[in-house]
């Protein structure tokens, strides 16, 4: 008992996932900075703004639905960090695992894409409402493309758990090599999920000033932020785990340092790819998610379909 | 979803300036949109008609932040014509620098504003990176970074060391190389091409009837420039291409304005190479004979107009100005038609807008009832009188007072 709820709050849970985002979060905006041949934040920074945040007033707006409007920040966090419990890290076995826990995480980081919604819907500002429903259309442009890039290697593998998932890699290495376009597409979907420019549409600041996040201020924007955080670092252990199972045999010590090698070149793939592009239209982004991740989604799992099928025979 | 009517300003991170754009959309595509101007009045030009010309110069400077000295030069165009004054060739050199300098700056200014309204940050940094090495030229020359306050009537105030004009050419070369590769990003960052072509389409004929000025009208293939048309202080010695271009759109306004911070750089080495010796200053009146003057200036923005009545006193007794913005923004409605919300940033900031300095009037909005008045000058200095009698502070005892202490 008393080491589960270790593992729960402290490690590798709430307490080092807490530690962990902001870090990422760090060296996120550190490298974008960099890139744009800016100085930069110091490293407390994430940790400042959060609890700077923290101290301030919340207000809730007078026709907004109070309930709604407080629960939907818990809800995101609670949504990424239950989904982190069922990844793979350091090792080839995840904290908890079952048979079906790969959609169990897809469908636990779809859910603080509809928190946002759902807060922005009920905030019932303007620029809430257009940024929500921006939400949601940008949902179901990257949703389908992640999906299919992540069942792919799963298909090759013959399983539905990501722990026997990494095992099976873990085995056989040369195999990940075959998942390299659900890779840029699984990466290019986390964007999305992120919301960060290129795809930052719902909350274009030069459009509709925060978008949902508009009518939050103090501690609940600071648990929405910390959420986003830690959807970042989720996402990119999620696609660390599928698309780049190596180095599990270097011990505990060895496969943590590993990990977060991983973790920061996706983190780092990801400031590159905000820095080099400008913001799309909506209209452009669900044209280009549909007209070139999808169908490149769609030629990775027809390649591991056929895969499999020679595998197996 | 039905029609809905968004406010864009007048606060709002898009709007640099308060400013208010009314826009109706279905969806997320734009049927209309409504202008309200009036929020920046500053009273500018009555303010002129109360002080001597020289302190009316430095307040025309500051009728922009960015383009101070096309106001300045602009102005004082118009006065040193009512005097006759013949300003040396020399000073006119250094005003003609100063005015690329000033352009180069503010395009600059401008590239960057158009990436950070397209979610393009860096680009956004960039631009002003390496905006900072024409500001510190421009602060090595005159002083200051922004308004120079180079001009006074009959000359300029500092004269250019041979030790600058060398360091200038230095300049050039750096910022030419930045732009050049500018260049090459506008016309292969697919992003930025895509987010910026097709985007706020101006016709050529709709320009023309639109009255559209500067980078916005030439970006329409409307050849125009006062700069070669109507040539002022050193133009007519330099030979440069006016810019225009067919694309109609944002992507069109964008390499005009590029294609010109070529030309500017152009310009500043012709000017280098010609600049004459001589004075750099003549003797100016204090008093400016009666009379009227019209003066045009190419600012970076487009074409300003100023206007100046003189009566014989050392105070005007009538400038008008009318800034660039003021014509550019009828066709911003135009531009709006058939775009989506996502694109109304960049139009407006397309035209490179300057509120502050378009503003000349208050009109009293009652929002609740829709009713609207339009006060004069006397009204105002009533209503504001009475206002603060009704708060307990009676200016007449205030005034007594100070008269008297200073009387002691």
Same mark, same amino acid.
């Given at each position: 008992m008393a080491l589960a709820l270790f593992h729960l709050l402290i490690f590798p849970g709430f307490l080092f996932l807490f530690v962990f985002a902001l870090a990422m979060e760090f060296v996120d905006r550190k490298l974008y900075a960099r890139l744009q041949n800016r100085v930069g934040p110091p490293w407390f920074q994430p940790f400042a703004d959060f609890i700077k945040l923290s101290a301030k007033e919340d207000i809730v707006p007078e026709k907004a639905d109070a309930i709604m409007f407080r629960l939907m920040p818990v809800f995101a966090l609670a949504a990424v960090v239950t989904a982190f419990f069922y990844i793979p890290m350091w090792g080839p076995q995840a904290l908890f695992s079952f048979s079906g826990d790969l959609i169990v995480v897809i469908y636990l980081l779809t859910i603080p894409t509809l928190t946002?919604?759902?807060? =922005?819907?009920?905030?019932?500002? /303007?620029?809430?409402?257009? =940024?929500?429903?921006?939400?949601?259309?940008? /949902?179901?442009?990257?949703?389908?493309? /992640?999906f299919m890039a992540i069942l792919a290697p799963a298909l090759l593998a013959n399983t539905w758990s990501l722990s026997a998932m990494t095992v099976f890699y873990d085995q056989h290495p040369a195999y990940a090599g075959l998942n390299v376009i659900g890779f840029i597409v699984a990466l290019i979907a986390l964007q999305g999920k992120l919301e960060r420019v290129p795809f930052d549409i719902p909350e274009a600041e030069t459009e509709i000033v925060g978008g949902t996040f508009t009518e939050y201020s103090g501690r609940l924007?600071? /648990?929405?932020?910390?959420?986003?955080?830690i959807e970042a670092v989720v996402g990119a252990s999620l696609i660390a785990a599928v698309f780049l199972p190596f180095g599990f045999g270097l011990g505990a010590a060895g496969g943590f340092v590993i990990y977060v090698v991983k973790v920061l070149i996706i983190i780092a793939l990801l400031a590159l790819l905000r820095t080099v592009l400008a913001r799309l239209r909506i209209e452009q982004m669900v044209i280009f998610c549909w007209k070139v991740v999808a169908p490149a989604a769609l030629l990775q799992l027809l390649i591991n379909l056929i895969l499999s099928g020679v595998l197996r025979s | 979803m039905a029609n809905v009517k968004i406010p864009i300003g007048p606060q709002h991170p898009a709007l640099k300036e308060p400013e208010s754009f009314t826009i109706t959309l279905n969806g997320e595509t734009i049927i209309s949109m409504d202008v309200r101007l009036g929020y920046n009045h500053r009273g500018i030009e009555k303010a002129c008609e109360e002080r001597n010309y020289i302190q009316a110069m430095y307040l025309v400077e500051r009728v922009c932040g960015i383009c101070s000295h096309s106001h300045s030069t602009c102005f004082i165009q118009a006065v040193e014509e009512i005097a006759g004054l013949a300003v040396p060739p020399r000073a006119q050199y250094i005003r003609t620098i100063i005015a690329e300098l000033e352009r180069i700056h503010s395009h600059l200014l401008w590239l960057g504003v158009a990436g950070h309204e397209i979610g393009f940050?860096? $680009?956004?940094?960039?631009?002003? &990176?390496? &905006?900072?090495?024409v500001m510190d030229t421009l602060a090595a020359l005159t002083g200051n970074r922004v308004n120079y306050g180079i001009n006074t009537i009959g000359g300029v105030r500092r004269d250019i060391s041979p030790e600058q004009l060398a360091g200038l050419l230095k300049t050039m070369d750096v910022l030419e190389e930045r732009t050049k590769y500018y260049i090459e990003v506008a016309s292969q960052e697919i992003t930025l091409i895509k987010r910026?072509?097709?985007?706020?389409?101006?016709? !050529?004929?709709?320009?023309?009837k639109l009255g559209a000025v500067g980078p916005t009208a030439r970006a329409s293939a409307v050849d125009r420039d006062i700069r070669r048309d109507d040539p002022y202080i050193a133009y007519k010695d330099l030979d440069f291409k006016v810019i225009t271009d067919t694309h109609n759109d944002v992507y069109g306004r964008t390499l005009v304005r590029v294609g010109e911070l070529m030309q500017c750089y152009n310009m500043i080495r012709q000017l280098v190479a010609k600049i004459p010796d001589g004075p750099v200053t003549v003797k100016a009146p204090r008093k400016i004979p009666a009379g009227e003057a019209f003066s045009r200036y190419e600012a970076p923005r487009g074409e300003d107009v100023h206007y100046v009545k003189a009566n014989g006193t050392d105070k005007a007794e009538r400038v008008k100005i009318r800034a660039p913005t003021l014509a550019n923004l009828q066709s911003v409605a135009k531009m709006m038609e058939n775009n989506r919300l996502a694109d109304v940033p960049i139009i407006i900031a397309a035209i490179d807008p300057c509120f502050s300095c378009t503003d000349r009037m208050v009109r009293i909005h009652d929002a609740g009832h829709g009713r609207q008045e339009t006060l004069s000058w006397q009204a105002l !200095?009533?209503?504001? $009188?009475?206002? !603060? &009698?009704?708060?307990g502070i009676d200016f007449k005892a205030l005034n007594a007072k100070l008269s008297r202490r200073m009387k002691l």
């Open positions: 946002f919604f759902l807060a =922005g819907w009920h905030s019932t500002s /303007l620029f809430s409402m257009i =940024g929500a429903t921006r939400t949601l259309t940008q /949902l179901f442009a990257y949703e389908v493309p /992640l924007l600071a /648990l929405f932020r910390l959420a986003i955080d | 940050d860096t $680009l956004l940094m960039y631009a002003w &990176r390496d &905006r900072e090495a910026l072509s097709g985007v706020g389409y101006l016709a !050529h004929e709709d320009a023309v !200095h009533t209503y504001s $009188l009475d206002w !603060h &009698r009704k708060q």
